[in-house]
């Protein structure tokens, strides 16, 4: 009887174990990007190319501000594209840009 209502317990923690897992493997994986249309995305103005700002509407963005040298970009140096706690669950692209971007330290 206890064997049933200990396997019986543990189900949730198996349950919980495999969602976190699963959860960082598509973390790992990257998510997907983020589309320049997406709420989030338009409210902070982001690019995927830093190009392509409208420097009307953002005065303060210069040309060398990208994702990759912002202190919020997750990713690694070099890659292409990477996590963004802004955007949860989505990939920015290294070269893009929006008007949260801080000079990384």
Same mark, same amino acid.
């Given at each position: 009887?206890?064997?049933?209502?200990q396997f019986l317990k543990t189900i949730p923690i198996v +349950?919980?174990?495999?969602?976190?897992?699963?959860? *960082?493997?598509?973390?790992? /994986? !990257?998510? =997907?990007?983020?589309?320049?249309?997406?709420?989030?995305?338009?409210?902070?103005?982001?690019?995927?190319?830093?190009?392509?700002?409208?420097?009307?509407?953002?005065?303060?963005?210069? +040309?060398?501000?990208?994702?990759?040298?912002?202190? *919020?970009?997750?990713?690694? /140096? !070099?890659? =292409?594209?990477?996590?963004?706690?802004?955007?949860?669950?989505k990939q920015v692209a290294m070269n893009g840009w929006c008007?949260?971007?801080?000079?990384?330290?």
């Amino acid at each position: 009887m206890s064997n049933r209502r200990q396997f019986l317990k543990t189900i949730p923690i198996v +349950a919980a174990g495999a969602m976190a897992v699963s959860t *960082l493997a598509r973390a790992q /994986a !990257g998510g =997907a990007m983020v589309d320049e249309k997406d709420p989030q995305a338009v409210s902070l103005g982001y690019k995927a190319d830093t190009n392509k700002v409208d420097k009307a509407k953002y005065p303060k963005h210069e +040309a060398s501000q990208h994702c990759g040298n912002c202190q *919020l970009y997750q990713g690694k /140096a !070099g890659d =292409a594209k990477g996590p963004c706690p802004l955007f949860a669950g989505k990939q920015v692209a290294m070269n893009g840009w929006c008007s949260a971007w801080v000079k990384k330290a």
